[in-house]
């Protein structure tokens, strides 16, 4: 299995700034796949941002130009610079990984964190 362990999130003001990291543990996997979803309350799960292992970053259009997705040169973590906060991004924010991992044959995974509240106040 491969594990996420997810930092940051908190209570912002609208206006402000919050970072999220996502840490990945395990052995022998490959991230091909690494981003962030969330869940507001009686919403969806819907996807942030997510980086795929050539760089290629897909986000929705209601964060683009505030929110930004990076890794580390290891690939196995992301964060999320999150600007320009507005009460509707406040949620429970939660990694998500997918690639393969080998134990002992290589099988796809799909893996997530346990989630990290934003609140944004207004």
């Known amino acids: 299995q491969v594990q996420l362990v997810e930092s940051g999130g908190g209570l912002v003001q609208a206006g402000g700034s919050l970072r999220l990291s996502c840490a990945a543990s395990?052995?022998?996997?490959?991230?091909?796949?690494m981003g962030w979803y969330r869940q507001a309350p009686g919403k969806q799960r819907e996807l942030v941002a997510d980086?795929?292992?050539?760089?290629?970053?897909n986000s929705a259009d209601s964060v683009k130009g505030r929110f930004t997705i990076s890794r580390d040169n290891a690939k196995t973590t992301v964060h999320l610079q999150m600007n320009s906060l507005r009460p509707e991004d406040t949620a429970v924010y939660y990694c998500?990984?997918?690639?393969?991992?080998?134990?002992?044959?290589?099988?796809?995974?799909?893996?997530w964190g346990q989630g990290t509240q934003v609140t944004v106040s207004s």
């Open positions: 980086i795929t292992s050539g760089g290629v970053i």
């Open positions: 998500n990984a997918r690639g393969i991992q080998y134990s002992p044959a290589w099988l796809e995974y799909e893996s």
């Open positions: 395990g052995s022998g996997f490959v991230i091909l796949v």
